[in-house]
């Protein structure tokens, strides 16, 4: 043996006796006693019990509102003004959009104009016709004149009939320039600004009503077959990370996508929360079917390597026990468990590298109201 060699096993000797921690001696606290136990607080157990597992199809798809409108410009005219932006909420009637309408203002003039010069020469065309009817019973007019007359009164008449259709066109038209909300909701996506020119069918305004959102989802077809309306559904939302919503499948559609074999299925919110922001991605999954059976929070489960186990608290003392575990609840993340703990077990929800077998527990003691502050002493008199 080398003199450096001996030398480091002989300090390690001195301060292992210097410590009271040799080869095979318990863990000791300070100044020689053993270790405190372990304190818990009632957060930091967890208590195994049965709980009710739904399983079925996986269902993925956006929010979307059931009341939606793509407000589209009916006439080509320049816009002039947007009143509302996105997000702005609106009443129904309001005025949303105001095109140009010198042109229709001026071909509506015009019909009107039209309109009483037909009504003028039908009123002469009836008076010539009543005058002709008068003569005919007299005998001071042929048959052929009075016919003459009521060609000409029923040619007038289908004039003032036709300008009465164009002044009543050219009013509809007029109205068209002026965009107006169709029930009260909130401006999602504005598409145009003022001087944009707005052929027909340009889209102008998106306007969803944010309290009939719906969850509009696809289901493979491969499970279809187990999907029927009233089944309950829970499902998470991007954007909403920490909440989970529930819902009720309220119709199937009856025919697959030809491209992705997937069938739509929509989903009514059910309960107090939902989301109010359209377009947001949702997964989840159908409940078609319900069993029992125990689970573990996935907090509680140690890992290594292929083997699960999780610490129990029994007696006062902790104990690694080993796992058999099944499928994950997809809608709370919990373990089943086939094996390993019983109903009623408590092991520790957020296990740490430090907790070790046969460690003494204990239950922390409640804590105690905190005391009064001492009262301030009083300022001594002034002589």
């Keep these: 043996m080398t003199p450096i060699r001996a030398t480091l096993i002989l300090s390690l000797a001195l301060a292992l006796a210097a410590c009271g921690k040799g080869p095979g001696k318990p863990e000791k606290g300070a100044g020689g006693a053993a270790a405190a136990p372990l304190l818990l607080v009632p957060e930091d157990l967890h208590r195994i019990r049965t709980a009710s597992l739904a399983s079925g199809p996986a269902i993925t798809g956006s929010v979307q509102p059931e009341r939606r409108a793509d407000l589209r410009a009916e006439v080509s005219a320049i816009v002039l003004q947007v009143l509302r932006e996105n997000g702005d909420g609106v009443r129904r009637g309001d005025l949303l959009v105001r095109l140009d309408d010198t042109a229709i203002r001026d071909g509506l003039a015009s019909a009107e104009s039209s309109s009483r010069a037909a009504a003028q020469a039908f009123e002469q065309a009836e008076r010539q016709h009543q005058r002709m009817l008068t003569l005919r019973g007299s005998g001071m007019a042929s048959a052929q004149q009075l016919e003459d007359a009521e060609v000409r009164r029923n040619n007038a008449q289908s004039d003032l009939e036709g300008a009465k259709t164009r002044v009543v066109l050219a009013r509809q038209q007029l109205q068209r320039t002026e965009v107006r909300a169709p029930f009260d909701g909130v401006v999602s996506d504005r598409k145009v600004s003022a001087g944009d020119t707005a052929q027909i069918g340009k889209e102008l305004l998106k306007v969803i ?21 009233g089944q309950s559904v829970s499902f998470r939302v991007n954007g909403y990370p920490d909440q989970e919503f529930t819902g009720k499948v309220r119709r199937v559609n009856p025919a697959a996508n030809a491209t992705t074999r997937q069938v739509e299925v929509l989903v009514d919110f059910t309960g107090q929360k939902q989301p109010k922001l359209a377009g947001l991605y949702a997964e989840g999954r159908l409940e078609t079917a319900s069993t029992d059976a125990l689970t573990v929070p996935a907090s509680a489960i140690v890992r290594e390597g292929d083997k699960a186990s999780a610490w129990r608290a ?43 077998e046969g460690q003494a527990t204990q239950a922390a003691p409640p804590k105690a109201d905190a005391p009064a502050p001492p009262p301030v002493p009083a300022a001594p008199a002034k002589n």
């Excluded at 289901?219 to 309306?229: E, K, M, P, Q």
């Design 209 to 229: 009503d944010p309290a009939s959102m719906r969850f509009e989802g696809l289901v493979s077809a491969d499970h279809i077959g187990s999907v029927r309306a």
């Design 314 to 356: 029994k007696d006062g003392k902790l104990h690694k026990v080993t796992l058999d575990l099944g499928d994950r609840d997809p809608r709370t993340g919990d373990f089943v468990l086939k094996g390993g703990l019983a109903d009623g077990d408590t092991v520790i929800r957020h296990p740490s590298a430090l907790l070790k």
